[in-house]
């Protein structure tokens, strides 16, 4: 039983366009949310994080948005560039219950 | 220097064998984590420790054991090495429940 969802493996965008990353889980217990980047042969690195009280959430380039009725975590990164092609992770936080969820990541590939 | 470091990088090893994979940390972070990564399935959780005498069972921890042996050091030990066991193993630290975690690079075993 997936708790954690990212529906699509690999996504290919042009650079300078937006790239929408999607995360959807199941159970409401999680109340905060974050997003990491990997390089190959790195460990992730953090990107942005959201938290269950908030339904946006901007730095720079990237936003994350929240929608807790629909539970559904996207995150945007406008405009793409080529350093932005890696996998990126959602990973799922619950403070109450201390569980937490990474999804199975998606590869984004920014192509000039 | 790297924050969070994992040692070996890379490890091959036979069936049956005892391994140990080592993280260190100069963050100074209380909580450290060890995660698995295999392809299509994300990052699982396979323990954590909140502090040097706090060890907790993730979502995989049947076949790992761990130690804290100082507020820096976390180890993964496999007692008994099988196949399945071949991954890319992290090893993550973090300030406290809603802050983001740090990786190390990663290491690469196989078990043959």
């Known amino acids: 039983d997936q708790q954690v969802k990212q529906n699509s493996p690999s996504l290919s965008v042009q650079e300078g366009r937006i790239s929408i990353l999607n995360c959807d889980y199941t159970n409401s217990m999680f109340d905060y949310f974050l997003w990491y980047k990997k390089y190959p042969a790195e460990g992730p690195t953090f990107l942005i994080s959201i938290s269950s009280i908030k339904d946006k959430n901007e730095d720079g380039r990237f936003t994350v948005f929240l929608n807790k009725s629909a539970k559904h975590l996207s995150l945007h990164i406008v405009p793409s560039q080529p350093g932005d092609s890696a996998v990126y992770f959602c990973?799922?936080?619950?403070?109450?219950?201390?569980?937490?969820?990474f999804g199975a990541g998606t590869r984004l590939a920014v192509h000039p | 220097d790297a924050d969070v470091t994992q040692t070996p990088r890379n490890r091959i090893t036979k069936t049956g064998k005892r391994i140990m994979l080592e993280c260190s940390q100069t963050k100074g972070h209380d909580r450290m984590y060890w995660y698995r990564q295999d392809p299509g399935l994300g990052l699982r959780l396979i323990y954590y420790?909140?502090?040097?005498?706090?060890?907790n069972k993730g979502e995989i921890s049947d076949g790992y054991s761990v130690s804290r042996q100082a507020q820096a050091k976390f180890s993964l030990s496999l007692e008994s090495a099988i196949p399945n066991q071949t991954a890319l193993y992290f090893c993550a630290t973090s300030d406290g429940n809603n802050q983001p975690q740090h990786f190390g690079d990663g290491t690469r075993l196989s078990i043959l």
């Open positions: 990973l799922l936080f619950s403070g109450g219950y201390n569980k937490l969820i």
């Open positions: 420790s909140f502090d040097v005498k706090d060890i």
